[in-house]
Each structure stands twice: as C-alpha cells, then as structure tokens.
T-cell receptor
Framework: DAGITQSPRHKVTETGTPVTLRCHQTENHRYMYWYRQDPGHGLRLIHYSYGVKDTDKGEVSDGYSVSRSKTEDFLLTLESATSSQTSVYFC?????????????FGPGTRLTVT | KQEVTQIPAALSVPEGENLVLNCSFTDSAIYNLQWFRQDPGKGLTSLLLIQSSQREQTSGRLNASLDKSSGRSTLYIAASQPGDSATYLCAVADRGSTLGRLYFGRGTQLTVWP
C-alpha cells in the first residue's frame, strides 16, 4: 500500500468553526489531490498540488483553501465550516500526471458539521 | 466536461459466477482509465490502470478492457467470491482538464453471496 495517512480520521465540528485536515505521504510523490465523496455525486476534486507551494483549484473549491509547504504534507482548510461540507474527504497522490501514472488514495476523513 | 457513468448501480450474484461491470465516458480524449475498489468505510484501492494506448489489462481474476473510440470500459471478474463484495469505481484521467485529475463514476455496488 502507498504510504498515505490522513488525520483526523473522524471529526465533528460546529458550523462556523475553522477545520484543517492533513494528508501525509511517505512516497515523495509530486502530485497531491483532495477529493470529497458524497452520495449521489461520487468523488469530486476540491484542490490539487503539483509541487511545494504550487496549488490550484478543482471543481468544488469554494469554501476551501490548501497549503503545501513540504513535499510530504498537503493541508485542506475549511475557513468557516458549513453543513454542506459534511462529507468524506480523500487525499490522493501520484508520482506524475499523464498516461501511465496511477493515483493512490488515503483512508479518508469523515467530517460532520452540525 | 467529462462525464462517467457506471452500469449497473448494484449487482448481486452467487459465488462462482463470472461477471461484467460497465463504465462509459463522454470524451475519448483521456490519458488513462483506472478501476478502483472501495470497501464500506474505507479508502479506494487501485485495481487496474489502462493507458489510452492499451486495449486491456489483467490482474489475477480481473480483466479490464478499454475501447476509447466508443468511450467504454468493462471490468470482468472471473469466478466471483464473497470477498469480492465491494463498490467498484471507474475513473478517467481527462486530457483536457487539470493534469492528472480524475473524473469518477458513481460506482457499482457488488454483492457476492455464498
């Protein structure tokens, strides 16, 4: 299994509070991604990173920010959590981008916003 | 925008059957297609990756085919076992989008009963 950990694994928080989720990898892969998984929508890309300090938005980025100060860590921050951000969040990594590169996923973080 | 559809949404079969899961996508300009397995409450496990220049890939009892021109992929599972019960997701890496980002189908929930 690819060395990807996510923390916390479960979190319950209140509306309006900031939340930070962490993804940590031991594979030294260049690309890192944050997805959310919701019933009826499947997995959707929130943000991604193509190197230290290099990040960009995915299709559902509103209300989220990210940071990557080290190759191994990719942080996802909910600036002010809302109930619509209740979801399961997955981090993924990839050595490269293109034809032959697989993405490997972490175990997920289940976030509940009350 | 790339759209990925998986049929059927759910499938229940007795142990030992050979079965086929279907995946279709709307834009044939892809880098690759990945099949994943997801167990309840768990992350995604990569099963097979087919590059856009390939027609099929095999791993053990799994065989995945790709017909890029018609926008279709099938995952064939031979001699199914109860341990194969899980949700199977297909995802395409779209050439026209953020490098490496995946578009996911909503999955086929497979139950194999003894």
């Amino acid at each position: 299994d690819a060395g990807i950990t996510q923390s916390p694994r479960h979190k319950v928080t209140e509306t309006g509070t900031p939340v930070t989720l962490r993804c940590h990898q031991t594979e030294n892969h260049r690309y890192m991604y944050w997805y959310r998984q919701d019933p009826g929508h499947g997995l959707r890309l929130i943000h991604y990173s193509y190197g230290v300090k290099d990040t960009d938005k995915g299709e559902v980025s509103d209300g989220y920010s990210v940071s990557r100060s080290k190759t191994e860590d990719f942080l996802l921050t909910l600036e002010s959590a809302t109930s619509s951000q209740t979801s399961v969040y997955f981090c993924a990594i990839s050595e490269g981008a293109g034809m032959s590169y697989e993405q490997y996923f972490g175990p997920g973080t289940r976030l509940t916003v009350t | 925008k790339q759209e990925v559809t998986q049929i059927p949404a759910a499938l229940s079969v007795p142990e030992g059957e050979n079965l086929v899961l279907n995946c279709s996508f709307t834009d044939s300009a892809i880098y690759n297609l990945q099949w994943f397995r997801q167990d309840p409450g768990k992350g995604l496990t990569s099963l097979l990756l087919i590059q856009s220049s390939q027609r099929e890939q095999t791993s053990g009892r799994l065989n995945a085919s790709l017909d890029k021109s018609s926008g279709r992929s099938t995952l064939y599972i031979a001699a199914s076992q109860p341990g194969d019960s899980a949700t199977y997701l297909c995802a395409v890496a779209d050439r026209g989008s953020t490098l490496g980002r995946l578009y996911f189908g909503r999955g086929t929930q497979l139950t194999v009963w003894p």
